[in-house]
């Protein structure tokens, strides 16, 4: 079975601080993929990233970055100097790739305050 | 270009009516899901198309709960007796084949009601 587990809930900062987010996950599979998404009070979920297992290398794009970590089964999500339109649920997810389901974790809600 | 579309956005109806909920993928996407999102939770998965036929089903969590597929596009998700607990927002993501094809891509969902 799959399970992904964010375990902060809340996260409140002031503008221009650095948030991170946690995220670990469990599966048998050797192959799987990995995933954040954000959901903005407006309810869509808009897709981030996806990474690979085979693939441990970071990810920065723009504010965001990622660290892949398979030794801890880790997969955690930095964003620097955030602003108030990254006030959002985050939420991490895993699939592997037999028909690529997402197990979701329970989301990690973001509020960044001017 | 477009991407996946759900209708209705709200629906409210009342216990033990049944509901249809629509989903329209991308053009192309041949692989579509239906998730279940309760408040505060993350998204739970539901049911799985691969073209006309549901691949995988294990998600739904009674016979009350159906889903259809017929051409292999546009999904409707079926629920019958509806039930106050059946109450959440009810997702539709779509997924093509080849390359990236490990991502799935969201529709707005449709939030349900059931007083």
């Known amino acids: 079975a799959q399970k992904v587990t964010q375990a902060q809930t809340e996260i409140s900062v002031v503008e221009k601080e650095d948030v991170t987010l946690d995220c670990v996950y469990e599966?048998?599979?050797?192959?799987?993929?990995l995933f954040w998404y954000k959901q903005p009070p407006s309810g869509e979920l808009v897709f981030l990233i996806r990474?690979?297992?085979?693939?441990?290398q970071n990810e920065i794009s723009g504010r965001y970055s990622w660290n892949f970590q398979k030794s801890t089964s880790s997969f955690n999500f930095t964003i620097t100097a955030s602003q108030v339109v990254d006030s959002a649920v985050y939420f991490c997810?895993?699939?592997?790739?037999?028909?690529?389901?997402?197990?979701f974790g329970a989301g990690t809600t973001v509020t960044v305050r001017a | 270009g477009a991407g996946v579309s759900q209708t209705p956005s709200n629906k409210v109806t009342e216990k033990g009516k049944y509901v249809e909920l629509r989903c329209d993928p991308i053009?192309?996407?041949?692989?579509l899901y239906w998730y279940r999102q309760s408040l505060g939770q993350g998204p739970e998965f539901l049911i799985y198309?691969?073209?006309?036929?549901?691949?995988?089903d294990s998600g739904l969590p009674n016979d009350r709960f159906f889903a259809v597929r017929p051409e292999g596009s546009v999904s409707t998700l079926k629920i019958q007796r509806t039930e106050r607990g059946d109450s959440a927002v009810y997702l539709c993501?779509?997924?093509?084949?080849?390359?990236?094809?490990?991502?799935?891509?969201f529709g707005p969902g449709t939030r349900l009601l059931v007083l």
């Open positions: 993501a779509s997924r093509r084949r080849g390359t990236l094809q490990e991502t799935q891509y």
């Open positions: 599966t048998r599979d050797t192959t799987y993929y």
């Open positions: 990474r690979n297992s085979f693939d441990e």
């Open positions: 997810a895993l699939s592997d790739r037999s028909d690529y389901k997402l197990s």
């Open positions: 053009s192309g996407h041949t692989a």
């Open positions: 198309f691969q073209g006309t036929g549901a691949a995988d």
